[in-house]
């Protein structure tokens, strides 16, 4: 089994900053993809940032220039680095991990349990 945890949540004032960490571990082979997603009430969860494991980045159009997604491959972790934040990134943010326990094989997809952003005054 994989387990992935969040950590890094909490209120802020607009403008401010946080920093999201997300942690694999288990049975991998390979950490192919780590991302985060988020969902906000009353809507659809949607991505926010990934990262492959040879460094490739993608940022949905809303975050970017104000969030940072960053890796560490020897320890299965990725950071979200979030500045400027706003009342419309408040929303539980899932960080997903996309591993292979053997190769070849298949892929396999896992997700943390949410960590709370709150951005208000």
């Known amino acids: 089994q994989v387990q992935v945890v969040e950590s890094g949540g909490g209120l802020v004032q607009p403008g401010g900053s946080l920093r999201l960490s997300c942690a694999a571990s288990?049975?991998?082979?390979?950490?192919?993809?780590m991302g985060w997603y988020r969902q906000a009430p009353g809507k659809e969860r949607e991505p926010v940032a990934t990262?492959?494991?040879?460094?490739?980045?993608s940022y949905t159009d809303s975050v970017k220039g104000r969030f940072t997604i960053s890796g560490d491959n020897a320890k299965n972790t990725v950071f979200l680095q979030m500045n400027s934040l706003k009342p419309e990134d408040t929303a539980v943010y899932y960080c997903?991990?996309?591993?292979?326990?053997?190769?070849?094989?298949?892929?396999?997809?896992?997700w943390g349990q949410g960590t709370q952003v709150t951005v208000s005054s």
């Open positions: 997903k991990v996309t591993v292979q326990k053997i190769t070849p094989g298949p892929m396999w997809a896992y």
């Open positions: 288990g049975n991998i082979f390979r950490i192919n993809v």
């Open positions: 990262i492959t494991n040879d460094g490739s980045t």
